[in-house]
């Protein structure tokens, strides 16, 4: 039988359905500082998405402070709230981090993925723009393979760029006290968060100057047979870097789980680093043996790119 419903109509459904699970979501608690929500974010280049903007203890609108955007933002916070009683406890770091004055003041936007939204807005475009139409077929079956996509894909993550830098940014820059350069500007995130952290710094340099990629997931996909994209990630990086004078870069990678897929690939990311001139003062790259794609292997080494980029 046919489905009497338009596609357009179940999908602007489904993604209602999301708005309001959204809005009813609890907030996150935190141990230290306070979380403010803007719930469903509204933009003209992505779905609604709440943002849970964390502002540290004694917070003032008479200081300035930095500001480290991070994506996945409802992993961040409360393993109590998330899907796999798993959190990257940034407020808990962030708190002792400034309590010992190793960092300066900074605040913590926590940008949610968009669901069913998240892959295509988090894989870098431009890289994708760059595959033969051969190379992208490659692509889609695998991803239909796995189940992430039932259509032909496009990347929308130049949209999704553009709602942090032309919507969102401005909002945060105007609501609250920080600083509004690209020196005290970061982007983090991990896996795919990781791949769009790395595209945002590289997209706009004059807007981020710092980004962390951890666990960065360079096959695009789930496994590397035959996978055209990481040679596309590469040969971006090799044409698009910020200047190493102004920017700093943290990139990290496990050995277990998904992570497994990783190592290779990021040591001819270092390669490419190194030929821009990149060097230990702006750009660090560390291996982690033994560990695992997962929230509770990223919260254990946060603090190594948070000192790096906030120092």
């Known amino acids: 039988m046919k489905n009497p419903y338009p596609l357009c109509l179940i999908t602007t459904f489904l993604l209602f359905l999301v708005t309001l699970t959204q809005a009813q979501d609890p907030l996150p608690q935190v141990v230290s ?4 929500r803007i719930a469903n974010f509204q933009s003209r280049y992505v779905t609604a998405r709440n943002v849970d903007v964390w502002l540290p203890e004694g917070y003032s609108s008479g200081k300035r402070y930095s ?14 709230v998330t899907w796999n009683k798993q959190s990257w406890d940034v407020d808990e770091l962030a708190a002792r981090l400034m309590k010992s004055a190793q960092v300066p003041g900074f605040i913590v936007v926590g940008v949610w993925n968009g669901g069913a939204t998240r892959f295509p807005d988090y894989f870098p475009q431009r890289p994708f723009e760059m595959l033969t139409k051969t190379e992208r077929d490659t692509l889609v079956a695998s991803l239909q393979k796995m189940g992430r996509t039932q259509e032909v894909f496009q990347p929308k993550s130049d949209d999704y760029l553009r709602f942090l830098v032309e919507e969102l940014k401005p909002y945060i820059d105007m609501t609250y006290a920080v600083h509004k350069d690209a020196s005290h500007t970061f982007v983090a995130g991990s896996s795919m968060g990781g791949l769009i952290s790395m595209y945002a710094i590289c997209e706009y340099p004059k807007v981020f100057g710092g980004a962390a990629c951890l666990s960065t997931h360079w096959p695009g996909s789930f496994s590397l047979n035959n996978n055209p994209v990481p040679d596309a990630f590469v040969n971006y990086l090799r044409k698009h870097l910020p200047k190493p004078a102004s920017h700093r870069i943290y990139f990290d990678c496990g050995d277990q789980t998904l992570d497994a897929l990783y190592p290779a690939i990021q040591r001819r990311a270092d390669e490419v680093m190194r030929e821009a001139g990149f060097t230990e003062a702006n750009w660090i790259t560390r291996y982690f043996p033994g560990a695992d794609h997962s929230e509770r292997a990223w919260k254990r080494r946060l603090e190594i790119p948070l000192l790096f980029l906030l120092k």
Do not use: A, K, N, W
């Open 33 to 36: 500082g306070r979380i403010e």
């Open 67 to 80: 500001v480290l955007y991070m994506h996945d933002g409802q992993m961040l916070f409360d393993s109590t």
